[in-house]
């Protein structure tokens, strides 16, 4: 089994930042790809940011030039560092990991946080 526990959400104004984080742990030999995603109410969930297991990032359009990912693979974690929030930005925001669990497997499992509430909002 593998968790994902997101932190960071909460409630920030237009304009201003805030930072995601989130910790992998339990049956894991190694990760692939993470990243996060965003529900927002009504809406499908959809992709903000990938980044793979030696850096290569890949970024929705609607928050290039705003957010950034980034991982320590060494603590098998994922951040997302959001700035010049907008009111458009506010979602559950997803942590999803492609983990291999151990080493005798040969194939990568998709995995999910539980999610975390990002408001943005005067």
């Known amino acids: 089994q593998v968790q994902l526990v997101e932190s960071g959400g909460g409630l920030v104004q237009p304009g201003g930042s805030l930072g995601l984080s989130c910790a992998a742990s339990g049956s894991i030999f190694s990760i692939n790809a993470m990243g996060w995603y965003r529900q927002a109410p009504g809406k499908q969930r959809e992709l903000v940011a990938t980044i793979t297991s030696g850096g290569s990032t890949n970024y929705a359009d609607s928050v290039k030039g705003r957010f950034t990912i980034s991982r320590d693979n060494a603590k098998k974690m994922v951040y997302l560092q959001m700035n010049s929030l907008k009111p458009e930005d506010t979602a559950v925001y997803y942590c999803?990991?492609?983990?291999?669990?151990?080493?005798?497997?040969?194939?990568?499992?998709?995995?999910w946080g539980q999610g975390t509430q990002v408001t943005v909002s005067s």
């Open positions: 999803n990991a492609d983990v291999r669990p151990y080493s005798f497997t040969h194939y990568y499992t998709e995995n």
